[in-house]
């Protein structure tokens, strides 16, 4: 069965400095992979995802992530933090399921941005 | 296109009532899923459906959560005999085949007193 690992409940960066959101999975078939974003009392959005293609997705809002096997990881970058990207960030994977596919969410990470 | 559309947003009621929520997917996609959020926790599975067929349903849900798609088309969540322990945001999303993403609704905040 699938799992999603998040390190970090909360991650504070500077306005301008890098952001790394830190994503770990557990998966046993080759995954799909996903970065969803949440603003306060909103659904979520999809920020980019991964489904066997390049390694490096380029998401919306300037943010990417990198899907490493070896590692199982699937950690979230953003050169530099505007004060915009200050919400919660969930990592998601997607296994096939009865007839589809489940996609099982992480406990979130809260990006607070400073000025 | 305006996207997923719950109802209520938020809902209020009382212990051991019951309750019922309304999702419309996006009209072309055909995969609807029902999450439940508590505060600081990620999305968790409630159920799915493909077009009309429920396919899975976690076993977390117990006896008392029932969903519907009649249709294919909007899907409605009802909790029986609420309990305090059911407060948490309720959210739905919609797919197409063989697109991996989900859109989500905005969800419906329910409040058990």
Redesign the interface.
């Given at each position: 069965a699938q799992s999603v690992t998040q390190l970090g409940s909360h991650v504070s960066v500077s306005e301008g400095a890098l952001v790394l959101l830190r994503c770990n999975y557990s998966s046993s078939v080759p995954p799909y992979l996903f970065w969803y974003v949440q603003y306060p009392n909103q659904g979520l959005q999809l920020l980019l995802k991964y489904t066997s293609a390049a390694t490096l997705v380029k998401g919306i809002n300037g943010f990417e992530a990198e899907f490493k096997k070896s590692e199982t990881s699937f950690h979230l970058t953003k050169p530099s933090a505007h004060m915009s990207d200050a919400a919660e960030y969930f990592c998601a994977v997607s296994e096939k399921s009865t007839g589809g596919f489940k996609t099982i969410f992480g406990a979130g990470t809260r990006l607070f941005v400073k000025a | 296109d305006t996207g997923?559309s719950?109802d209520p947003r938020h809902k209020i009621t009382k212990r051991g009532q019951n309750v019922t929520f309304r999702c419309d997917p996006i009209s072309e996609h055909n995969?609807l899923?029902w999450?439940r959020q508590t505060l600081?926790?990620?999305?968790?599975?409630l159920t799915?459906f493909?077009n009309e067929?429920q396919?899975?349903k976690s076993r977390l849900l117990s006896d008392r959560f029932s969903a519907e798609r009649p249709k294919g088309s909007f899907s409605t969540l009802e909790i029986q005999r609420t309990e305090q322990g059911d407060s948490a945001m309720y959210?739905c999303?919609s797919s197409s085949?063989g697109y991996?993403?989900?859109?989500?609704?905005?969800?419906t905040?329910l409040t058990v007193v």
């Open positions: - | 997923v719950q995969r899923y999450y600081g926790q990620g999305p968790e599975f799915y493909q067929a396919l899975e959210l999303a085949e991996y993403g989900y859109t989500f609704g905005s969800g905040r």
